[in-house]
Structure formats: structure tokens, C-alpha cells
Nanobody, 120 residues
Framework: EVQLVESGGGLVQAVGSLRLSCAAP????????IGWFRQAPGKEREGVSR????????YYSDSVKGRFTISSDKAKRTVYLQMNSLKPEDTAVYYC?????????????WGQGTQVTVSS
């Protein structure tokens, strides 16, 4: 099972930025896909962004498109989520997950999550 560790969460004011990291030591980057998800209190988990290492494609939810950017550093086996123009509604626990394909990420391994709080 792939182990994932998120970091980079914190408290930020609206319109500010944060960069989340998802470290996956020993992860076969060339074969899998990684996604970022979030869950706010009382709400269902939401897919935020995904990256497929087989073809390099990236995907974003409409709620973050144009504000968030997913990227990766294969040498460091780390995936990043750069979050700009943050809004209070972005407040949530953010999780990264790894799966064999972008469509099966949720069935794979999950990190423990990192809290992001955006104040107005």
C-alpha cells in the first residue's frame, strides 16, 4: 500500500495563497494517478484536482479552476496543490489519494489530511 503524507495546511486570509504537499516515498509515479480531495464540516467529500502520470493530464473541479494548480516533482515523489485567491468556502480538510487511474483514485491509498482554514 502506498503511504501518503500531506502537509502545508494552515490559516490564511481570503485572497491569500497556500501550497499543499503530498509526499509519496516509494510511489511509482509513472504508473499511478494522484488526486486532491477536500471535506468541509457537514459536507460531502469533494474532488478538487487530479493528475495522471501516464499522460500528464490534469483535472480540476469547477469550484477551483483557475485558482488552484496541481503539479508534481517526480524526483521528490511529491505532488503539490498551489491554491491562490482562496475563499472562505475553500475551508476544509484536504486529502491526497493515489490510485491506478484518475478514475479509481478514491479506491486507492489516502493520506491523513491537512486542515486549510480561510478567514474572511
Amino acid at each position: 500500500e502506498v503511504q501518503l503524507v500531506e502537509s502545508g495546511g494552515g490559516l490564511v486570509q481570503a485572497v491569500g495563497s497556500l501550497r499543499l504537499s503530498c509526499a509519496a516515498p516509494g510511489f511509482p509515479f509513472d504508473e499511478y494517478a494522484i488526486g486532491w480531495f477536500r471535506q468541509a464540516p457537514g459536507k460531502e467529500r469533494e474532488g478538487v484536482s487530479r493528475i495522471s502520470f501516464s499522460d500528464g493530464r490534469t483535472y480540476y473541479s469547477d469550484s477551483v479552476k483557475g485558482r488552484f494548480t496541481i503539479s508534481s516533482d517526480k524526483a521528490k515523489r511529491t505532488v503539490y496543490l498551489q491554491m491562490n485567491s482562496l475563499k472562505p468556502e475553500d475551508t476544509a480538510v484536504y486529502y491526497c489519494a493515489a490510485g491506478i487511474t484518475v478514475d479509481t483514485i478514491e479506491e486507492g491509498s489516502w493520506g491523513q489530511g491537512t486542515q486549510v482554514t480561510v478567514s474572511s
